[in-house]
């Protein structure tokens, strides 16, 4: 009979206070200190087995072994994805789902977004020019929601831009949030819910006319695997799963714009630069910089990996950020480097900030080609479109904070179009 090696257990009764103290570092440090890539804990009163590392991801998403379903908090459902949406569905439901979300999501689409973003940001240049001061986390979000918005065909006032941006983003940062900022969330979630859920409602019953190419008239009459449409409340839960992604990718501006502040080294390199090395840089910040901190799943069915034993349903969490940050995968990870990604290789289950696995058929999130597009516009736009100032702020970010941001949103001033 085989003997199964005994787990690394983390001392104590739970530790949930523990990862709101630690936030992204949480599982990190102690792998580091239990030197494993494997230990048990307890989180939110249940038993939990963090895993982290490129052989833990591929077992994390075989989904013969693993599922979603029941893996997500209902408080996270109730701030970020939506009850029972797509990212809790596993098998031919999720694919199906899935498949729809990518033919959303194509190529054609992720440059059209970009193309969107960078042309209605030279447009804000001539407002920011007559400020004092631009916190270009703030103006991000305003902007793309609302070419998002505009993409999907959701009819959104210019008088509502700002007021939805937030609610977008204050759904991702309830995220990691206990008190007021997760009431916060799910009042946003609830907000934007019960807004989309009308827009819907006015398609199906033609009070308002969209395109039939459009996300939003798609979404609206997207049919269920049994040929049924999808129910009135599903639907608006599935096309804010469209929409507040894009609206999250101003965090990814935000520190794009902070690795140029912190790397002036690169600065000419990227003026000279094609979309290559432009693709290079980006992908440094989506792995230098804190987003995504660590994903969850069930265990499916039971099964032994590295000699230890995994019970069916038992709640297993893997290391995004731990990951990003692991010698053994980087080299030197604490050094930005945009030149460790100018060798093709396949990183499916190594560079995961998005998810990992195949995205057409996996978890790996859809939109994750729409990011890299929309960051290496606003790279673009920073450097070869406008000039600006850096003042003094605090430009630091909390990594026990959840989802955490740059402090000041990265203040700019004395901007101008570059002539």
Not at 1 to 10: A, G, L, N
Not at 100 to 124: G, I
Not at 242 to 258: D, E, K
């Amino acid at each position: 009979m085989e003997v199964k090696e005994r787990i690394v257990q983390d001392k104590g009764l739970d530790h949930t206070l523990k990862l709101l103290e630690e936030g992204y570092l949480f599982i990190k440090n102690k792998m580091d200190l239990y030197k494993c890539n494997i230990f048990e804990t307890h989180i939110m009163g249940e038993k939990a087995i963090c895993i982290s590392g490129e052989e833990a991801c591929k077992i994390f998403y075989n989904e013969e072994l693993f599922q979603r379903k029941g893996a997500m908090p209902k408080r996270i459902q109730k701030t970020l994805f939506g009850v029972n949406a797509i990212q809790g569905m596993d098998h031919k439901a999720h694919i199906q789902r899935k498949l729809f979300f990518m033919s959303l999501m194509t190529e054609v689409h992720q440059k059209e977004l970009a193309e969107l973003f960078e042309k209605e940001m030279e447009a804000s240049v001539n407002i920011w020019a007559n400020m004092e001061e631009v916190v270009l986390f703030h103006e991000a979000k305003n902007v793309i929601c609302k070419i998002a918005c505009f993409w999907t065909g959701v009819p959104l006032p210019e008088s509502d831009v700002e007021s939805r941006a937030d609610d977008f983003c204050a759904m991702v940062d309830g995220l990691g949030g206990v008190g007021p900022r997760y009431w916060k969330g799910k009042a946003a979630r609830n907000r934007t819910e019960e807004w989309i859920r009308g827009i819907i409602d006015d398609v199906r019953q033609e009070k308002l006319i969209v395109k039939d190419d459009s996300a939003l008239h798609l979404m609206a009459f997207h049919k269920e695997p049994d040929g049924s449409q999808m129910e009135l409340q599903m639907a608006a839960k599935e096309l804010i799963n469209v929409i507040r992604p894009i609206v999250a990718i101003s965090t990814y501006i935000t520190f794009t714009a902070l690795a140029m502040y912190e790397h002036p080294e690169y600065h000419e390199e990227l003026m000279r630069s094609d979309d290559n090395y432009f693709e290079m840089f980006v992908q440094e910040v989506r792995r230098y910089y804190p987003f995504t901190p660590f994903l969850g799943a069930r265990v499916h069915k039971d099964f032994v990996w590295n000699q230890y034993e995994f019970k069916k349903g038992v709640l297993v969490l893997l290391d995004v950020y731990g990951m990003n940050h692991d010698s053994k995968i980087w080299g030197n990870p604490d050094e930005f480097r945009p030149e460790r990604f100018k060798e093709q290789k396949d990183r499916t289950f190594s560079f995961i900030p998005q998810g990992g696995g195949d995205p057409g058929k996996g978890h790996r999130c859809p939109g994750e080609g729409i990011t890299i597009e929309i960051m290496k516009a606003s790279l673009n736009f920073l450097v070869n479109k406008v000039d600006f100032e850096v003042p003094e702020q605090d430009l630091s970010y909390s990594l026990s904070r959840i989802p955490t941001l740059p402090e000041s949103g990265f203040i700019m001033k004395n901007i101008r179009k570059k002539l």
